[in-house]
């Protein structure tokens, strides 16, 4: 079955430091991957997406992730992160028949001022 | 501009109870509807998707059942509530392939 590896289950860091959210996921064919964040008390929103075409995507707040295929990655970057990006990280992998989003266990990013 | 809502926004309910959880889209027509559950740690478990009125797939055996009545209403329900029920249920809609739009959830708490 398909799933979704996220390597860190909590990473604290201080304001300006960089981030990298590792993500793996299962399944060698065409995939759509996405990240999405979970701020305190708040919905579940899209961070970022990608389909097709460039690797490099960037998504809002400053974030990045770079989709590597051949090692079925999609890591999560951020060269400096703030306070306000305390929050809940998922990555999230379309399965093979493209019906539904399979995640990963998500990862808590605490920021301290 | 779409929107999403469900309700109740929480929930306690005694073992053996019904559970009725409504999830409403609107903005779109057609939208590819979804049930997870999130348990802390253990990121989103989906439940049940719909790309149609009366099209429900099930991901998981359990407890639960979802119904499509409307384009843009999803219904997740239970007949008799089990301790093991209790969690987070998210409601999200989608267009096709693309990405998935979610609600603000249900907290249910079965006691």
């Known amino acids: 079955a398909q799933s979704v590896s996220q390597h860190n289950h909590h990473v604290i860091l201080s304001e300006a430091a960089s981030l990298e959210l590792g993500c793996n996921y299962s399944?060698?064919?065409?995939?759509?991957l996405f990240w999405y964040v979970q701020y305190p008390g708040q919905h579940l929103q899209l961070l970022l997406k990608?389909?097709?075409?460039?690797?490099l995507v960037k998504g809002i707040k400053g974030f990045e992730a770079e989709f590597i295929k051949s090692k079925f990655s999609f890591n999560l970057r951020k060269p400096s992160v703030q306070w306000s990006d305390t929050a809940e990280y998922f990555c999230?992998?379309?399965?093979?028949?493209?019906?539904?989003?399979?995640f990963g266990k998500g990862t808590t990013l605490s920021v301290s001022s | 501009s779409q929107t999403i809502h469900q309700w109740p926004a929480t929930l306690v309910q005694p073992v053996g109870s019904p559970l009725s959880l409504e999830c409403t889209v609107e903005?779109?027509?057609?939208?590819?509807l979804y049930w997870y559950r999130q348990a802390a740690g253990r990121g989103l478990q989906l439940l049940f998707y719909?790309?149609?009125?009366?099209?429900i797939s099930s991901e998981v055996p359990q407890n639960l059942s979802a119904s499509r009545p409307q384009d843009r209403q999803f219904i997740l329900s239970s007949k008799k509530l089990l301790l093991s029920d209790s969690g987070f249920y998210l409601c999200?809609?989608?267009?096709?392939?693309?990405?998935?739009?979610f609600g603000p959830g249900t907290r249910l708490t079965v006691t």
């Open positions: 999200a809609w989608s267009v096709g392939r693309g990405e998935q739009y």
């Open positions: 399944y060698g064919g065409t995939v759509n």
């Open positions: 990608y389909f097709s075409g460039d690797p």
């Open positions: 999230a992998v379309t399965n093979q028949a493209g019906t539904a989003l399979i």
């Open positions: 903005g779109t027509s057609n939208p590819n």
């Open positions: 719909s790309v149609g009125i009366g099209q």
